[in-house]
């Protein structure tokens, strides 16, 4: 019965790709084969000594770092992060968090970690946008491989503004102070994944560590849906 009036929902209201708008086939969800076709694979392939990891060096020494694609203005990519902070899409995160935790690179990345922590945004945000894009991100990876997710230890703070259109200086200047820690002994001895949805410059998930240093026996790895580099 269900599937009957599944069928006849979709020939009523066909499913649509989120992003192209077109029909969805039999076996796509959320996004076309096409728009998916279009997603540019980053240059990252170890995990552990790349150019986005030694961005993190001079402040802690972190397990691994990856970004899964490139991002670029007006690309696939582009539209899809504009939709999930702006379009109030929250299953096209989680979706894109699916996808995330089918890459070989990330599999290897969470096979050897035990939290997820996605990257907070201020209370005003969030309750403007209807959620955060990083922990419904963490979500879909959850459907995909069971891992516990914790909210309660990164705060962030209300006063800074923001960074879409700053400088990289500027950028590092205003992200200072962004954030704080409560109940950092849930994480002691763990070995972290902060999970945020496009690294830029890094100076957010570089705050971000400085933070999460202080506790003992953190380890720490860093993982995007997308980066500009």
């Not at 299953?91 to 996605?118: H, K, N, Q, S």
Request: hydrophobic share 40%; aromatic share 6%; net charge neutral.
């Amino acid at each position: 019965m269900k599937k009957l009036v599944r069928k006849i929902l979709d020939a009523v209201f066909p499913p649509l790709c989120h992003i192209c708008r077109d029909r969805l086939v039999e076996g796509e969800q959320i996004l076309c084969a096409g728009c998916l076709a279009e997603l540019c694979v980053s240059k990252y392939m170890d995990i552990h000594d790349n150019s986005l990891a030694k961005n993190y060096w001079g402040v802690f020494p972190i397990e691994s770092a990856l970004t899964v694609f490139k991002f670029s203005l007006g690309n696939t990519l582009a539209e899809i992060i504009h939709h999930m902070k702006y379009f109030h899409n929250e299953e096209l995160c989680r979706f894109m968090g699916e996808i995330m935790a089918y890459d070989a690179r990330v599999e290897e990345m969470l096979c050897e970690a035990d939290t997820l922590i996605p990257v907070p945004i201020t209370a005003e945000r969030e309750k403007h946008r209807g959620y955060n894009q990083a922990l419904r991100i963490c979500e879909g990876i959850c459907r995909v491989k069971k891992m516990e997710i914790i909210t309660d230890v990164l705060i962030r703070r209300e006063f800074n503004n923001t960074q879409t259109a700053m400088s990289h200086h500027k950028r590092s200047k205003n992200i200072q102070g962004a954030f704080e820690m409560a109940n950092g002994e849930k994480l002691e001895g763990k070995h972290v994944v902060l999970i945020d949805d496009i690294i830029t410059t890094g100076a957010t998930t570089r705050e971000c560590l400085y933070i999460l240093r202080k506790v003992k026996g953190i380890r720490i790895s860093v993982l995007a849906l997308g980066s500009t580099t």
